[in-house]
Structure formats: structure tokens, C-alpha cells
């Protein structure tokens, strides 16, 4: 028999799920037998899973990306001979500016 279990699989779900627990657990915390310590540690522990999930993680991935197409690049271009130079070329991508040094030099 399959069952389904209370915390989602989604990072998205889980979020969401987070942020009601978060709710719900202050509301509870008496009735629950939790002391202060325990419950303000319980909701930094949300708090930062949360931030985690939406901040931090996708983040990283961007940040992966950007490293992934940059070793792309410099393979492909050492195929094509461009070579370092004091040009420089801005690519944007989501409110961050990277910067690269590059100069075409194909024959």
C-alpha cells in the first residue's frame, strides 16, 4: 500500500509547508510542551531552510550555469584561437554583471 507522506517532495510544496508549520507550531507551542529555547530554535531552523530553498540554492545553480558557460566558452574558443585581451565584453544575466576579456582573432 502507498502512502503519502506529510512533508512534500517539492521544493516549491515544501515552502509553502514551511511557512504554515512555522504558523501553526507558534500557535501550538504550549500545548505541544516546547520551551522558548526550543521553539525560537525550531523557527531559525524554518527560517533558514526556507531561506535555503529560495534563495541560496537557486543561487548556486545560476552560479553553475554561468561556470559551465564559461568553460564552454573558453573550450570553444580555444578551438577558434580567440585570445585574451584588454577588450572587454558585458554579458548580463539576472542582475548580475560578468565581465570577460576576449578577443577574436579568427582565421
Do not use: C
Not at 39 to 46: F, R, S
Not at 52 to 76: G, R
Amino acid at each position: 500500500m502507498l502512502t503519502q507522506s506529510y512533508f512534500p517532495n517539492t521544493e516549491g510544496d515544501r515552502v509553502v509547508w514551511l511557512t504554515n508549520f512555522d504558523t501553526k507550531i507558534q500557535i501550538h507551542a504550549t500545548a505541544l510542551a516546547l520551551n522558548p529555547v526550543e521553539l525560537a530554535t525550531t523557527l531559525t531552523d524554518i527560517d533558514f531552510y526556507v531561506w535555503v530553498l529560495q534563495t541560496w540554492y537557486p543561487s548556486i545553480q545560476q552560479s553553475a550555469l554561468e561556470s559551465t558557460a564559461y568553460k564552454l566558452l573558453i573550450a570553444w574558443s580555444l578551438s577558434y584561437n580567440f585570445k585574451p585581451t584588454t577588450k572587454r565584453v558585458s554579458l548580463y544575466n539576472d542582475s548580475l554583471f560578468i565581465f570577460f576579456d576576449l578577443h577574436i582573432n579568427m582565421h
